[in-house]
């Protein structure tokens, strides 16, 4: 087992990372920007490292500062968390040639994946149903309209090396088709450095379910569920549950086979997601997630496994904890995301100081966060602020506890999202668990 971490991230995930290592007695180095220097969970860690001057956000993106600490501290791993440099595969080779073990899948594995397009092609070649779509990279105009002839309109048109739902156009017809193609080339380009686009037919309202996958590099993959993400702002997740209440037990039997096939398929190892979306019962990969994600808590509180201890784990060398026929599933989870955002304003980020906090708790309550009352929310990163999950024996009394928790939470100093994360769990359609990607823009009106 690894005796010293890195851990190349901030904010929540970085407490969360923090906490496994701790229980595992491993000691921890935390990196951290100067915009994060007050951050609380730094006095937690056995060493800090401050990496970057603000405001840039480059410093937790910085591979050189990241390795560079590492080698310092002398670390045997770093772990990534999510965002930043979770899935770049040339830091993933980077930590190998610097003999510092990368928690997470291998480089190559990352490579395939990270790039959407690759992936899709991985898919269809392990005979995982995709999104009718092209078959790779579309080079040209002319192939786009070719394949939307083919699909029929509406399409849509992805970057290859897109990620937090950015880089994604609709085009209804032949002449939206060539501008949305460019268009999309053009801010694939700018946002990612990677100008390719892939095309699929776009799904309407489709739901967003997701399946999470556990490997060991002895060849042991396992599932342990699925999360359903369909409560989305402009494709971001803002509620996630689980289990989904639009799959019966042969759809999630087929659709944790089918995610589990598609890792094998990749030499996948450590924690991953395999997304899909879903039509009736129709089910349509779309990505492979090579990281710990923001909704893992969800999985964790219906399995009572702690898949970041499984990713370190198996990261170090050992085998899965827990085979298939152990995996048990319980009860029924939800997670909320509680970003400094206001609602009121096309959720506009509202950095600024936490003047007062009240967090809930209580029975089947879990709140994951690293700010505190006096914390300054800082302009400079995503403006997640908590992860507020609950756990009960049913679906409708995890909304019950979710509706009780959320009242008692009280944020003041920042605007968040926290009255509208209220009127989503008083909503009848999502009350009776008929929802579907666009709910929420329904329900915002
Ligand atoms: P990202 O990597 O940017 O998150 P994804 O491919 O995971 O992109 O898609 C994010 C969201 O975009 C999905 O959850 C869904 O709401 C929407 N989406 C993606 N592909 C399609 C499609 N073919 N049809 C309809 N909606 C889609």
Redo the contacts with the bound molecule.
């Keep these: 087992m690894f005796h010293r971490i890195l851990i190349a991230n901030r904010g929540e995930i970085a407490l969360r990372i923090l906490r496994a290592c701790r229980e595992l007695d491993i000691d921890t180095v935390a990196v951290y920007s100067q915009a994060d220097a007050d951050a609380a969970y730094l006095a937690l860690a056995d060493e800090k490292i401050c990496i970057g001057p603000p405001p840039s956000s480059q410093s937790y993106l910085s591979m050189p500062a990241i390795i560079a600490a590492a080698e310092v501290a002398d670390v045997d791993a770093i772990h990534p968390g999510y965002g930043f440099l979770s899935e770049n595969a040339d830091f993933a080779q980077t930590c190998r040639e610097h003999g510092i073990e990368f928690i997470g899948p291998a480089a190559e594995t990352i490579r395939q994946l990270g790039d959407?397009a690759t992936a899709r092609e991985i898919a269809i070649a392990a005979k995982v149903p995709t999104?009718p779509?092209s078959d790779g990279i579309v080079e040209d105009d002319q192939q786009a309209i070719e394949i939307a002839e083919k699909i029929g309109y509406p399409v849509?048109i992805?970057a290859t090396a897109?990620?937090?739902?950015?880089?994604?156009r609709v085009a209804n017809n032949k002449i939206s088709l060539v501008s949305a193609y460019h268009q999309a080339r053009s801010e694939a380009e700018q946002a990612f450095g990677e100008a390719g686009v892939y095309m699929?037919?776009?799904?309407?309202r489709?739901r967003?379910v997701e399946i999470q996958i556990l490997a060991d590099g002895h060849g042991n993959v396992i599932h342990l569920g699925e999360r359903e993400?369909?409560v989305?702002r402009r494709?971001q997740?803002l509620v996630e549950e689980g289990p989904s209440a639009a799959l019966n037990e042969s759809m999630r039997r087929a659709m944790g086979r089918t995610a589990v096939k598609l890792a094998k398929a990749c030499k996948f190892k450590g924690a991953g997601t395999v997304?899909f979306?879903l039509v009736g019962k129709e089910f349509y990969f779309?990505?492979v997630n090579c990281r710990i994600q923001v909704e893992h808590p969800v999985t964790e509180l219906i399995s009572r496994v702690d898949l970041v201890k499984e990713q370190i784990r198996v990261a170090a060398g050992e085998k899965l904890s827990l085979d298939q026929r152990r995996v048990r599933l319980q009860g029924h989870a939800i997670e909320v995301r509680v970003n400094a955002e206001d609602p009121e304003y096309g959720f506009r980020p509202c950095p600024g100081t936490i003047t007062k906090l009240i967090a809930p708790g209580g029975p089947g309550v879990r709140f994951d966060t690293h700010i505190y009352a006096g914390y300054r929310v800082p302009p400079t990163y995503d403006s997640l602020l908590a992860k507020l999950i609950v756990h009960a024996p049913t679906r409708a009394e995890a909304i019950v506890r979710m509706r009780r928790a959320l009242d008692e939470f009280v944020i003041e100093g920042v605007q968040t999202t926290l009255p509208t994360l209220r009127d989503i769990m008083r909503n009848a359609f999502f009350e009776r668990g008929e929802y579907d990607?666009g709910f929420l823009e329904d329900m915002l009106g």
């Design positions: 959407k999104v779509g849509l992805k897109g990620g937090g739902g950015r880089g994604m699929e037919k776009y799904l309407e489709p967003h993400c369909s989305q494709h997740k997304e979306l779309i990505e990607t």
